[in-house]
């Protein structure tokens, strides 16, 4: 039986999908186990994975055909220490970062999808020099220890402003 937490986990996951399904106009898919197949410890995978099957199970979202740069996490929480962010580290994003990275090949556009229980939907987009063309405002710059800068706003602004412009960094 599924556990409270991992059900909520997986309704996110969907309903990012879903999400990107009816934007994109192609079918975006929740990866079954939720990416651990590659992720984490399952990390040598990818060896003898090809790019086909790597894109297939990596992050938590499975990408249409035209994003074969997508590498993306999904994370629903009932709370989230946003102080953290104005002291400079935050733990737990930092854990979310470094699994969304475990995965990711040169060139991928990497992105966390983050939902806090009456808090909100958020991105957290890393800071590339191919990330330059997306528009951010009402944002937050999060200086990972191990991953660089990464962008966090708010989920449904971010993708009016930037729909198109993600498309074209998945390609």
Request: aromatic share 14%; charged share 25%; proline share 4%.
């Amino acid at each position: 039986m599924t556990s409270p937490q991992k059900a909520k986990g997986n309704s996110w996951e969907r309903k990012v999908a879903d999400h990107l399904t009816a934007l994109y106009g192609e079918k975006f898919l929740r990866v079954p186990g939720s990416g651990a197949y590659i992720g984490g410890m399952n990390v040598h995978r990818k060896e003898t994975l090809h790019e086909a099957q790597v894109r297939s199970f990596k992050g938590d979202i499975v990408p249409g055909e035209s994003f074969p740069r997508l590498n993306a996490e999904c994370k629903s929480y009932k709370d989230f220490p946003f102080h953290q962010l104005f002291q400079g580290s935050c733990k737990i994003l930092d854990e979310w970062i470094s699994q969304c990275m475990d995965v990711a090949d040169e060139g991928d556009f990497n992105i966390i999808f983050m939902k806090f229980n009456r808090k909100g939907m958020y991105v957290a987009v890393q800071a590339q020099p191919n990330t330059s063309p997306l528009f951010f405002t009402r944002n937050f710059n999060y200086g990972s220890a191990h991953h660089g800068h990464w962008f966090i706003m708010d989920y449904d602004l971010f993708w009016e402003l930037n729909a198109d412009k993600v498309r074209d960094l998945c390609k």
